[in-house]
Nanobody, 117 residues
Framework: QMQLVQSGGGSVQPGGSLRLSCAPT????????MGWYRQAPGKERESVAI???????NYADAVKGRFTISRDGAKNMLYLQMNSLNPEDTAVYFC???????????WGQGTQVTISS
């Protein structure tokens, strides 16, 4: 059974940085795309950053220039480096993967990110 196991997250002050990690139980290159989503209290889940199989990336306007999505094939890991964090980034962050052929979608367990002073 395919799983996405997340790590990282936590609490930092405004302006700080955090890195999220996601480890799939299948090769990261066996997905059409992988990405990070977030859901703040009372809000819908939204896309934060996506990386496609060919390495193309796409970011939400709110995080452009501050967040970086990357992958490490040797470690089979997906990352989200988050810099210049602000309170509006507070949310539960989810790792996501879409299968080749876009038939299946998988979600990580979610990790809380809290930005406060």
């Amino acid at each position: 059974q395919m799983q996405l196991v997340q790590s990282g997250g936590g609490s930092v002050q405004p302006g700080g940085s955090l890195r999220l990690s996601c480890a799939p139980t299948r090769s990261i290159f066996n997905f059409n795309a992988m990405g990070w989503y977030r859901q703040a209290p009372g809000k819908e889940r939204e896309s934060v950053a996506i990386i496609t199989k060919d390495g193309s990336t796409n970011y939400a306007d709110a995080v452009k220039g501050r967040f970086t999505i990357s992958r490490d094939g040797a470690k089979n890991m997906l990352y989200l480096q988050m810099n210049s964090l602000n309170p509006e980034d507070t949310a539960v962050y989810f790792c996501n993967a879409v299968s080749l052929g876009k038939v299946f979608q998988y979600w990580g367990q979610g990790t809380q990110v809290t930005i406060s002073s």
